[in-house]
């Protein structure tokens, strides 16, 4: 596998079906092959009426193959899977959610990819538009007149076309707009109507080619000119790297750029892998909050190279205000912040404003000043930055150095990391290491994405592994039935620390103010009494599931059978019990700035 491109036929033989003989055309049939034109690789949903055609079309048209559909429990977990995929391929997938009842399930999930810029063709339906053609009673609950009013906000773009003709349509500029940067989910509503009406033939279909995707914008070559200018003459640059790509040779091109300015680099854990760690420009580890070293160098920078950082402005006002460095910030994520939520952050500074995508400015900067290409990283080993020493009981911290004791000689990606995990843990080298966070905060993404990590991983040689919270297993626990039905090979460990302990911190700090009994903060946040058995959860699934464990040593005797069952093609979960608490730098942060809403 090269820059997260899933390997062809990760799914072949599982659910697979004879195209039937031809027996008639439908409306649903054109939307099927459109999607197969369209190099939709997979459709995740939850069945439903609504789009019974099209599943059919799936099915019996197609073969389900290209796309194929992926069952899913649950709709949220349908979303959160493509999310996963959208992660490690930079590509969409396809998400088919059932009418309005099915789309109000999947909503958080469709906030969280929202919220990570993420590609997604999602696919809704809607009882008959026709009142006359509607069925008693459940047609008329699952008909909205405005379903796509649901999520516009969070959507790119959504449509609800009535004809085939507009769904042909409808569908191709929806493809090109999620895939178009900035990215973000698309939404298009299919009227069951539409689907099941029958066609004297199939229509020809338009080529895609012929309708490709606008490609990205490019500054000016007088702003290439006017940054390359300000770095050049920095004595003390710094790069704020956020949401980055995941190809190798951008990875690349940002060492060379570095190390030819002798640029300070700052990375954060809200995003995934963008520059190697254990770098010696690399200042301090990531984390979901500034600490004192990350502070001292952006007040002491004179030139600060932002590229497309969630927050910059909040990282600045968490650095004391407004920088002294002159800011050249990098980003197109200004076209999306349309005013319904916040997802948009503090209004951050800049004195030139490159508006495309931070791969691109970085390259072309990079022309400017002469830098070469670089030397794209290999798949490398996990690289833990800690050492468990003796057996102990686990925390945080010592969960991920007993699992890097264990997973250091092999090839993983991070797909998942708690609130509470250590930055300095784990060392990335690759832009596969390390995933990111969910986005919009929300809560259940983790397992969902992480099979959808899988799905995009599988047959790549990379071993997928999450550590999750108790909290947001607990409630995507179900999306993992998918990832054993379809055989994808995973360890996660779920760092169980028998608490919504998040919120246990922003009681402890009301209880502080407010000169109140700080003992109590416990009440109403605990799972235990009795204490959940995640592995046993698994394990009815189909999963091979592991423990409880309680120790380092437990934990690296878990890890070693988990990583043989899942080179086995098996999915494997490890319930390890934790200790509660974060980091120090996070508790502080939770503390100093308001928190997170995030559980576990």
Known sequence: MTDGQ?????????????????????????????????????????P????????????????????????????????????????????????????????????????????????MLILGATGPVDAAERRPWIDWLHTAKDQ???????????????????????????????????????????????????????????????????????????????????????????????????????????????????????????????????????????????????????NAADVILALDCVDLGGMFRQAGGLPKAKVINVSLDHQLHNGWSMDHQALAPADLHLACAPDVALGLIADALGVGEGTPPGDLPALPALSVGDDRPLDVVSLAAAMGDVLKDEIISLVRLPLGWAGDAWHFRHPLDYLGIDGGGGIAAGPGMLVGAALALKGSGRLPVAVLGDGDTLMGVSALWTAAHYELPFIAIVSNNRSFFNDEIHQERVARQRQRPVENKWIGQRISEPDIDIAAIARAQGLVGIGPVRTTAELGAAVREAVGAARAGSSVLIDARVAPGYNPAMAAGMTRHGGASAKG
């Open 148 to 298: 796509g009013a649901l999520v516009r906000p969070y959507v790119k773009w959504d449509d609800q076309p009535v004809s085939v003709a507009a769904a042909v349509e409808s569908l191709l500029r929806a493809a090109n707009l999620t895939r178009t940067a900035p990215c973000a989910p698309t939404y298009v509503c299919l009227d069951v109507s539409m689907q099941e009406r029958r066609l004297d033939d199939m229509p020809p279909l338009p080529d895609p080619r012929r309708f490709a995707p606008a490609s990205g914008p490019a500054p000016a070559a007088a702003d290439i000119a006017a940054a390359a200018t300000m770095l050049r003459r920095a004595a003390r640059p710094l790069i704020l790297f956020g949401r980055m790509s995941r190809k190798t040779k951008d990875w690349a091109r940002r060492v060379a750029l570095a190390e030819h300015l002798k640029a300070g680099v700052l990375t954060d854990i809200k995003t995934g892998a963008s520059f190697p760690t254990d770098h010696e420009l690399h200042l301090t580890k990531p984390g979901f909050f500034l600490e004192a070293a990350s502070t001292g160098a952006i």
């Open 48 to 119: 439903g009426s609504s789009f019974r055609g099209l599943h059919d079309s799936l099915v019996n048209h197609l073969g389900n193959t290209r796309p194929q559909m992926l069952l899913c429990l649950h709709e949220e977990h349908a979303v959160a899977i493509a999310h996963g995929f959208a992660k490690v391929t930079e590509r969409a997938m396809g998400v088919i959610l059932h009418s309005n009842v099915g789309l109000m399930h999947g909503t958080m999930a469709i906030y969280n990819a929202w919220c990570d810029r993420v590609p």
């Open 6 to 46: 899933p390997s062809d036929g990760a799914l072949a033989g599982i659910d697979a079906a004879l195209p039937s003989a031809d027996n008639g055309v439908w409306g649903s049939d054109v939307v099927a092959r459109m999607l197969r034109a369209l190099d939709i690789p997979y459709v995740a949903l939850n």
